[in-house]
Nanobody, 118 residues
Framework: QVQLVESGGGEVQAGGSLRLSCAVS????????MCWFRQAPGKEREFVAG????????YYGDSVKGRFTMSRDNAKNTLYLQMNSMKPEDTAVYYC???????????WGQGTRVTVSS
């Protein structure tokens, strides 16, 4: 049973930073691809960041390039998303996902809410 537990969401002012974490269990974390997606109110789900294998290149959505950084700690089975220079349009529920960019997405976390106030 794969479990993904996101944390670190909350409210931040525009220009601020947050770091999201996703604890993964039920899979060998170092051998799986991971992604972050987000969904803003009334909008479609949007790709944020992801890789195709652990240690491989990391891809970013255009709206977050240069501001967000995805990383992983294989020893802790944890995926991170460092979000800097945040904007009100980053307000969304953020999901961590087991799956590689463009390769299919198998498991989704429950999501963590991020609100950026202007």
């Amino acid at each position: 049973q794969v479990q993904l537990v996101e944390s670190g969401g909350g409210e931040v002012q525009a220009g601020g930073s947050l770091r999201l974490s996703c604890a993964v269990s039920g899979r060998t974390f170092s051998s799986i691809a991971m992604c972050w997606f987000r969904q803003a109110p009334g909008k479609e789900r949007e790709f944020v960041a992801g890789d195709r294998w652990s240690g491989g290149s990391i891809y970013y959505g255009d709206s977050v390039k240069g501001r967000f950084t995805m990383s992983r700690d294989n020893a802790k089975n944890t995926l991170y998303l460092q979000m800097n220079s945040m904007k009100p349009e980053d307000t969304a529920v953020y999901y961590c996902v087991v799956g590689g960019v463009g390769l299919g997405y198998d498991y989704w976390g429950q999501g963590t809410r991020v609100t950026v106030s202007s």
